[in-house]
């Protein structure tokens, strides 16, 4: 069982930054990838960012390419997503999820809101 909880949504204007932390507790954590993900209103999940816990290879969706980083703090068990040059489309909630052998764990998610 892994427990995740999201932090860092919040309101920001086009063009500025915010830094998503995603806190993990669990049992060997180094074996999980640990993936974010958005969901508007009315629209699916889509995948954004994810992370390879032990080895560190990242993963990102096309549309955050060079605005977005994920990057995990092993000493912390807290895995970042840093995200700048925001837009008013990346409005929606983030959520969390660590994933390993079949198994799927999400945090509540967090609210992002950009202005224009």
């Known amino acids: 069982q892994v427990q995740l909880v999201e932090s860092g949504g919040g309101l920001v204007q086009a063009g500025g930054s915010l830094r998503l932390s995603c806190a993990l507790s669990g049992r060997t954590l180094s074996r999980y990838r640990v993936n974010w993900f958005r969901q508007a209103p009315g629209k699916e999940r889509e995948f954004v960012a994810g992370i390879i816990w032990g080895g560190g290879t990242t993963y990102y969706r096309d549309s955050v390419k060079g605005r977005f980083t994920i990057s995990a703090d092993s000493a912390k068990n807290t895995v970042h997503l840093q995200m700048n040059s925001l837009k008013p489309e990346d409005t929606v909630v983030y959520y969390c999820?660590?994933?390993?052998?079949?198994?799927?764990?999400w945090g509540q998610g967090t609210q992002v809101t950009v202005s224009s």
């Open positions: 999820a660590a994933s390993y052998a079949g198994n799927t764990y």
